[in-house]
């Protein structure tokens, strides 16, 4: 065996706290691959919420490397077996959290070239001044806490920041799995549930049966080529290696950094670099990564960079429907994720200098909900569907809740002043009351679709949307400043325009009798 000059060992030191049906444990790497590869249910105690997605990805990734290289899709192999297959793809020293020898690769830390040490500069003395996590305020989440950090914290704070973090000022460039230096690298996925190790085998799965593909034209990465790109040598002033020299399954780093060990407290430096580590900046994030959806663009392919209002039910039923987005292999439902799969989607959005905040969002699918979206013929028809009742929520907003708004916040003028933003509140308010039901709702309505009862499926959308409009309109009356003199007026001809809008505008709702229309709305449900 090699000689290690390293300390903090992922592969011979129980580093990670876990917690699993015995109570709390601790166990090395291969130890945690073992459980999870035995179907062991576990959880990570240090693990904070927006590392989830980025240790989950890499634990897949390095699963699926060890079977790929293997030649061996079991995961129930003992830690040893997982202990020899890890230092198959890398030397010992790669593993250990510091390295003292820096002309030797550590852990997610690329090695420095001779001479270079003078320019790596103190960086992070806790692991979250390190992690990718930017606020702009010290509120939210608050900055420099984590002073009694254990080796494990540094591990997420390197995962997170070396795999997920995209450009942050000059020097500083970001991973090639997603679409610009300021765009996110999002996690979509079918999954059978949320335990830990149901989800790593589904999506290890995932990544081994669409191995081939990657190696076609079209992605042409490398069979057996660099996996691990911590272990290659990268003075930061050109690309380090073009995509298709790495193996599918490559696990990146983006920065220039290295952990220290200071009388027992560790410390991280950094350096910068004049360009980003991999050369895949025409890629636009399509890199085949099986959790990034990514949409045709008159540039081309092009990875799904998700906005500051998060994971929206917009933005996720065209994903998930829309025929202009490729839904890579893991949102896909396999008959393996059963008849109730849950959609989990995760992301860290980001912005110029700062991070938008951390989103997370799950979807459980019903069971006729899986045949749908695994027929070529339904599966389009539910994304018209979907579109469809998106836009009808935008006529309720602008047509028929804004205008009563503003005539209650107005006083009743003669005419009404559209360009007035003090009815955002409650339109805001709105559009998240129908975020909680829209996908609950669409999976029941699709069903009288189904059965050729799409005016029934209508009506009942536009009772929930005049239900949850109306009950913005009746918090605007009791909490919006009214110019006295001109209160009742304002509130009578708030009501009279909602009423008459929603007339106008709810046709299926209206049209028939009350009790006639299909009345199975999610809250009666």
Known sequence: ???????????????????????????????VLARLGAGADLEFVALRPHQAHPWHAFLVQLGALVCARTDDRDLARPADAWRDALLGLAVDDAWCLV????????????????????????????????????????IDVKQHSMVAARPEHWV?????????QGYSGRGNYGVARMNSGFGSRPGL????????????????????????????????????????????????????????????????????????DGGGKVGAYAAPSDSAFLDAKERLGDTGDVWTPVRATPSGPAALTVSPGGLTYRLLQDVLFG??????PALRVHEEDGNHPVVVAQVMVRGQGKTEGYHERRIPVPEKGVGWLRSLE??????????????????????????????????????????????????????????AVFFIDLWRDFG???????????????????????????????????????????????????EGAARKHLRQLFAQD????????????
């Open 448 to 498: 009288l679709v189904v059965d050729e009862r799409p005016e029934a499926a209508a009506a009942n959308w536009e009772k929930r949307l005049y239900r949850l409009a109306k009950a913005q309109l009746d918090d605007a009356f009791r909490a919006a400043p009214v110019p006295e003199a001109r209160d009742y007026r304002a509130v009578a001809v708030a009501g009279m325009l909602f």
């Open 1 to 31: 065996m090699t000689q290690t000059t390293g300390h903090h060992h992922l592969l011979r030191g129980p580093l990670f706290s876990l917690r699993d049906a015995g109570g709390r444990t601790t166990a090395d790497l291969p130890g």
């Open 156 to 164: 997420y704070a390197l995962v997170t920041l070396q795999t997920f």
């Open 99 to 138: 390295v003292d020898d820096v002309a030797k690769p550590a852990f997610m830390q690329v090695p420095v070239p001779g001479g270079e040490w003078p320019r790596y500069k103190p960086a992070a003395e806790t692991p979250d001044d390190l992690d990718m996590l930017v606020t702009a305020k010290n």
């Open 378 to 435: 339904e599966r389009p028809r539910l994304g018209d569907f979907a579109k469809a009742r998106v836009e009808r929520v935008g006529d309720v907003q602008k047509r028929i809740l804004k205008p009563a708004l503003c005539a209650l916040l107005q006083g009743a003028p003669e005419d009404l002043n559209f360009r007035d933003d003090r009815p955002q509140p409650w339109l805001d308010r709105f559009d998240r009351e129908v975020d």
């Open 514 to 525: 009350e009790g006639t229309a299909d009345d199975r709305t999610a809250t009666d449900a």
């Open 323 to 328: 025929a202009d987005w490729k839904r890579q």
């Open 189 to 260: 996925a079918a999954a059978p549930g949320l335990g830990w190790a149901e989800r790593f085998a589904r999506d290890v799965r995932v990544w081994l049966d669409g191995r081939d593909e990657l190696l076609d034209p079209g992605y042409e990465y490398a069979d057996g080529g660099h996996a691990l790109l911590w272990t290659l040598d990268w003075n930061g002033k050109e690309p380090r290696v073009p995509l298709t020299a790495c193996d599918p399954f490559f696990i990146e780093v983006c920065r220039r950094v290295r952990l220290v």
